[in-house]
């Protein structure tokens, strides 16, 4: 079991960068698939990146976002560049078991995500 605080939302103009982090205060990350997901009033959550060994991205994130580990700190980040507004949303980190994995049902914890907010 993994308990996950993400900290690092706000609001910044588009074209601006943010970086968010995912810390567990239960438990290890090592050895989980970590991700990030996001989401916007009335929709479901959207994949938005995973690192397991190597990384995963969504088509509409990469080459602008970068997720990275570290294992000794027991956290998780997310370097946001380029933020567009759509990109305007609650970010959660989740951790589960299933390598590379993209979708909502293969995560099992989840941290109480963070406002990001791009204004244009």
């Known amino acids: 079991q993994v308990k996950l605080v993400e900290s690092g939302g706000g609001l910044v103009q588009a074209g601006g960068s943010l970086s968010l982090s995912c810390a567990a205060t239960?438990?290890?990350?090592?050895?989980?698939?970590m991700g990030w997901f996001r989401q916007v009033p009335g929709e479901g959550r959207e994949f938005v990146a995973s690192i397991t060994w190597a990384t995963n991205y969504a088509d509409s994130v990469k080459g602008r976002f970068t997720i990275s580990r570290d294992n000794a700190r027991n956290t998780v980040y997310l370097r946001m560049h380029s933020l567009k507004p759509e990109d305007t949303a609650v970010y959660y980190c989740a951790a589960g078991m299933t390598p590379y994995a993209t979708t909502y049902s293969a995560y099992p914890y989840w941290g109480p995500g963070t406002q990001v907010t791009v204004s244009s």
């Open positions: 239960l438990g290890t990350i090592s050895t989980y698939t």
